[in-house]
């Protein structure tokens, strides 16, 4: 998607973008890792989950593509790595959103507070970040 934008807003040269995307998908993949560890998930994408196949001794593994994506994204400009850390700071709240929401009567209203802060952070970063490096 950020390659799509990137190009939409007149983007040519789309090295820079690449790198941006990977670092933001392995940022994704680390809260994906996260999350199945939290919640004992089993599957994932219709597989089995990394927590599934190798239990507990996982626990770390978030950390590495999490590291691995902030660093990438180090040698862009500030601004672009405070834009990832802001969608990471999103994610993390997401979670505590999550927690929040077994109450019924605010279950609607914390679901679409965890989608903005979960999903659509990475996706939302990944387009200002596509549209700054394409000059827009």
């Known amino acids: 998607m950020a390659l799509l934008i990137f190009k939409a807003c007149g983007g040519d040269v789309v090295v820079d973008m690449v790198d941006v995307a990977v670092a933001l998908e392995l940022i994704h993949s680390a809260t994906l890792l996260h999350d199945d560890i939290i919640d004992g998930g089993k599957t994932r994408r219709g597989r089995p989950s990394a927590f599934s196949q190798y239990g507990l001794a996982t626990r770390s593994s978030p950390r590495l593509p ?65 549209a700054h490096l394409a000059g827009a």
Do not use: N, Y
């Open 66 to 130: 999490l590291q691995q994506g902030l660093r990438a994204c180090g040698r862009f400009e500030e601004h672009i790595v405070r834009w990832a850390a802001d969608a990471c700071i999103s994610l993390t709240k997401a979670r505590s959103c999550k927690a929040a929401s077994a109450q019924p009567e605010r279950h609607r209203r914390r679901l679409l507070e965890i989608i903005a802060r979960k999903t659509a952070s990475l996706f939302s970063q990944g387009a200002r970040v596509a």
